[in-house]
Structure formats: structure tokens, C-alpha cells
């Protein structure tokens, strides 16, 4: 082989390595790809500081607390009814029994809500998680429980077959880029649209929906929220 062809080689050979190089850069700082999440959703993301003054009950305002949720060695149960009262007098909202995460509410970055979710059978018609606010409706997310299926609002399976069994939800929201991304058992899952600005924040339990069974409930735990 002569010198010119020797150098093209050796030329063409760094090129090839420089290519490499920068496609394993961008896998390894990517957060998706056409196979899910590359890691766990919570890389590169920083978790905050939640204490008992961040979880807001919301209840039928006619029941005492122990009617309607208990927290058992970390493990949250969630139940409301058909027929109960909204959580405060004069709301034309259906029954609910939710906590709405304070102190973090947001208008812009990356946020995310981490939690185990647990549904027994018979729940329907009901949402179990919230990403609240939205430029022209209510929510930029709801995802609920239907024939045993968890959904984005009646829409989009996120995973079937959910009663009694316990999954990890992670909800990734990007303001900026106007997106949503639902993982389960840190699989993604799902990618949404947003529905513009608002200020937002994360709720969790059980929420009547059109078409509810009459009995509701969700048990959680190791509740989280992180942001980036």
C-alpha cells in the first residue's frame, strides 16, 4: 500500500472514530429512544424535599378523615363513593379522595412525580393521578382506571390488566417542550402532548370520572417528586 492510500485510510479511520464517539455521547445523555427510557426516568434529575405539610387532603367535606384515608406504615389508602359529597361545599366537581402535592407548584422546567400504585378490582371510572392545570381545560393529565386498564384520560392504554398488583408511575412533564411521558416500572410507556401554560402541580388517589363504579379506592406509597 503507498503512502497516499495509507494516509486516506488513517484519515477515514479517525473520521469513523469521531462519529462513533459522538453517537454514544448522545445515547448516553439521551432520555429516550425508540427502545424507552436509557436508565432509570430519574437520572439526571434532582429530588425535593417533601414533608407532611406538602400533602393537601382533599375529601368529601361531610367525612372524617379515617372515613375516607389512612396511612399505614407508609402506604396511603385512598376511597371515595358515587354518591359522596364533593370536597367542599358548593363545588360542582364529583366525589374525591386526593392528595394535591403544595409547595411545588411550577410553571416551568422539567418535573416529575414518582409513586407505587396499587388498584383492586372492581374501581372504574376513576382517575388515580393528576398533572393539574392547563391553558384551557383543567388538567395537562389524567390517568384512569377503566375495565381494568390504566388510560390517559379515555383515551390511550398505558398498561392493561392493572387490578390488584403493585406498578411504579413515573410522569415526566416538560413545560417547555410541551410534552408528557408516563413510565411504568421505569419502562416508557407513553408520550403525550401538553395543553399550554398554567401553573401545575402533581395529585394522586382516587377521583370519580364519568361512568365510576360506586365503590373507589387506590393505595400508594414512596411518593416523590423530582425536577431537572
Not at 25 to 31: G, K, M, V
Not at 49 to 56: E, G, P, R
Request: net charge positive; with cysteine; glycine share 8%.
Amino acid at each position: 500500500m503507498d503512502m497516499k492510500n495509507s494516509k486516506m485510510l488513517n484519515y477515514y479511520s479517525k473520521i469513523r472514530s469521531f462519529v462513533l464517539l459522538i453517537a454514544l455521547s448522545y445515547l448516553n445523555n439521551s432520555q429516550y429512544s425508540s427502545l424507552g427510557a436509557l436508565g432509570a426516568p430519574t437520572d439526571g434529575f434532582s429530588r425535593v424535599s417533601l414533608s407532611s405539610s406538602n400533602f393537601k387532603l382533599q375529601k368529601p367535606y361531610d367525612q372524617p378523615v379515617q372515613n375516607r384515608y389512612s396511612n399505614n406504615n407508609g402506604v396511603e389508602t385512598f376511597r371515595v363513593f358515587s354518591n359522596d359529597k364533593p370536597f367542599q361545599q358548593g363545588s360542582p366537581t364529583k366525589p374525591r379522595t386526593e392528595i394535591r402535592i403544595s409547595g411545588y407548584d411550577y410553571t416551568s422546567g422539567v418535573w416529575q412525580f414518582e409513586g407505587n400504585f396499587y388498584v383492586p378490582s372492581g374501581t372504574n371510572g376513576v382517575c388515580i393521578m393528576q398533572v393539574f392545570g392547563a391553558a384551557n381545560q383543567a388538567t395537562t393529565l389524567q390517568l384512569r382506571v377503566y375495565n381494568g386498564n390504566l388510560q390517559v384520560y379515555k383515551n390511550q392504554v398505558v398498561v392493561s390488566n392493572i387490578y390488584n398488583k403493585w406498578f411504579k408511575l413515573n410522569v415526566i412533564h416538560d413545560v417547555g417542550n410541551s410534552r408528557v411521558t408516563i413510565f411504568i416500572n421505569d419502562q416508557q410507556k407513553v408520550v403525550v402532548g401538553g395543553r399550554g401554560l398554567s401553573t401545575f402541580y402533581f395529585k394522586y388517589g382516587v377521583y370519580a370520572q364519568d361512568g365510576s363504579s360506586n365503590d373507589m379506592e387506590s393505595k400508594w406509597s414512596g411518593i416523590k417528586v423530582f425536577r431537572r
